[in-house]
């Protein structure tokens, strides 16, 4: 089978390898029908993830046909049309049973696909504990609108999870990539007060201003003073952050009220500093780290539902032959991308 391989840092390469086999009866096989490409698997070619392991097939952005379960999986079967999670978790450790699920202590358990083990942007991927990694697509719900359910619409949906959104808040936004547009329509999910949108790219945030007519869009230079001018306690009630920028992250809590929550959501490529002298009295509340991924059940009865649309996110397609050309158009950000879909059986 054809799949997109991290080869060493800096480069990857569509190779042909063998189709994967059930090596777990928890296991399951995947005919991968469409992948997408996420930032994350452009930190791993930049050599950003340092557990990232050459040689594995990338991806972790997929939805897909099951072919094949192990003995012990009971919630899928073959022919089922599915989402895959973007992490591995036994749903039975300390962590998993408080829906810790990216801190799982399998040996693969967190980030595995298409960093640690083989991921999706292949034709065939396979799926460690299926039962927990695996929900079904509603009948209704076509591949497009159910893709980014395993990934950055469950990274919103944790992110405004457990930041604590309500109905009187001022919420404001930083980054208006596809994880922070997600990450905005579960929040608009919540009925916030306000939701304000900061964003550096220009046709980013007319992207935004086109669609949610209701949310306020603003650059970085105008961010603080804006949100300082619309809110009722002198900053955001909760910000979320999904940029990593180079100045996003002071930014965010700069933009806060006292005793705020500030949820990163964003994977950074360096450190970042905490500077407590400056929010000294500000009694802030940091809410950071990876997704904890086990809401997708619920992100697809919303879907179905019609509560969230991201396939207005998918502006380009290609087939997996030429999946270099999708990887330049998302890198370079040309021609307005946003997401990307690959068509794994093309």
């Known amino acids: 089978m054809k799949a997109y391989t991290y080869i060493e840092r800096g480069r990857f390469s569509l190779l042909d390898k063998p189709k994967p086999a059930l090596q777990d009866p928890r296991d399951a096989i995947v005919r991968v029908t469409l992948a997408s490409i996420c930032t994350s698997d452009l930190h791993i070619k930049h050599g950003s993830v340092p557990r990232a392991v050459s040689g594995i097939t990338v991806g972790h952005e997929m939805v897909g046909i099951v072919e ?11 022919g089922d049309r599915v989402t895959v999670n973007v992490e591995t978790f036994c749903g039975e450790c300390f962590f998993c049973r408080h829906g810790y699920v990216n801190n799982c202590v399998d040996r693969n358990g967190g980030w595995a696909l298409g960093c640690r083990i083989d991921g999706g942007q292949a034709e065939y991927v396979r799926v460690p504990y299926a039962d927990q990694g695996l929900n079904r ?42 994880t922070g547009i997600c990450t905005l329509l579960c929040a608009m999910s919540k009925r916030p007060k306000r939701i304000v949108v900061c964003e550096k790219s220009p046709e980013r945030r007319r992207f935004v201003r086109e669609r949610y007519p209701r949310v306020s869009v603003v650059g970085p230079e105008e961010c603080r003073d804006f949100v300082m001018r619309h809110s009722d306690h002198g900053g955001a009630d909760v910000v979320l952050e999904a940029a990593g920028a180079e100045d996003t ?98």
């Not at 094949?68 to 073959?78: F, K, L, S, T, Y």
């Open 137 to 178: 697509i509603p009948d209704t719900v076509s591949d497009e609108q159910a893709l980014f359910t395993g990934d950055i619409l469950a990274t919103g949906y944790w992110a405004t999870r457990i930041s604590e959104i309500g109905t009187e808040d001022t919420v404001l936004l930083i980054g208006a990539g596809p």
């Open 249 to 346: 992250f002071r930014l965010a809590w700069e933009c806060a009220r006292p005793n705020a929550i500030v949820t990163v959501v964003a994977l950074y490529d360096k450190p970042q500093v905490l500077p407590l002298p400056d929010m000294y009295g500000k009694n802030l509340t940091f809410r950071t780290g990876g997704v904890d991924g086990c809401d997708c059940a619920e992100i697809l009865r919303m879907i179905e539902a019609g509560e969230i649309d991201t396939t207005p996110l998918i502006t380009h397609r290609y087939p997996l032959s030429r999946i270099d050309e999708a990887y330049d158009l998302f890198e370079n950000r040309r021609d307005g991308v946003i997401k990307v879909a690959v068509d794994c059986n093309e």
């Open 68 to 78: 094949e379960v192990g003995a012990q999986v009971r919630n899928v079967g073959a």
